[in-house]
């Protein structure tokens, strides 16, 4: 049995496209439709959730839920409500995961956690040093290093993704604002752009 998160999200939704919905439990805000109602758990991804009815049972966990990049965000404490979800909400889902014996944790961390740019000619690597410097990115870092002790801890196996970019049918926020651009035909000044990565990830 495998566990996902966020389910009617931008990944989720592709992965449940890719991996059917046979043996697999959803937890999140909104039912996705292919998935019984049996098999859905309904709720907020924060440090005080009991995932154990979700957990039971389950070998694998894909974590793709999360508070993403909000444009114009008017919350009073951005840090603070990027912790609850994406560093509190991701680690007692992994440690009631890890009680409940499942043995791999795959969570969908971003590219923010490496940093915000590279120099020229040197992309970001696996071995580089954190410099996460907006909320969305610290959180998620925070949560990598959270994950991390569980896994020393309980011996779960822990698989951390930091994807730069999706892309694909339906893709929404900043790479449909940019396809839209791209349309109208605008020049685009990629030459005064420093990348993140020379990357990006497809999901089809």
Partial sequence: MIGLTGGTGFLGHSLLNVMGVDN???FGREKPSKIPDSFF????INGDVDFRAFVSGVEC?????????VLEDDSIN????????NTAGTLNLTQQAANAGVKRFIFISLIKVNG???ELGRPFTSVDSF???????LSKYEAEAGLRKIAQHTGMEVVIIRPPL???AGVKANFAALLMIVKKGIPLPFGLIKGTSNNST???
């Fill in 78 to 85: 951005p840090l603070g409500a990027y912790r609850e979800t």
């Fill in 61 to 69: 966990i894909i974590h793709c839920a999360g508070r993403v990049h």
């Fill in 131 to 137: 410099i996460p410097i907006d909320p969305y990115g």
């Fill in 202 to 204: 497809n999901v089809v």
């Fill in 166 to 168: 999706f892309s694909g």
């Fill in 116 to 118: 915000e740019s590279t």
């Fill in 41 to 44: 758990y309904k709720g907020e």
């Fill in 24 to 26: 697999l439990k959803c």
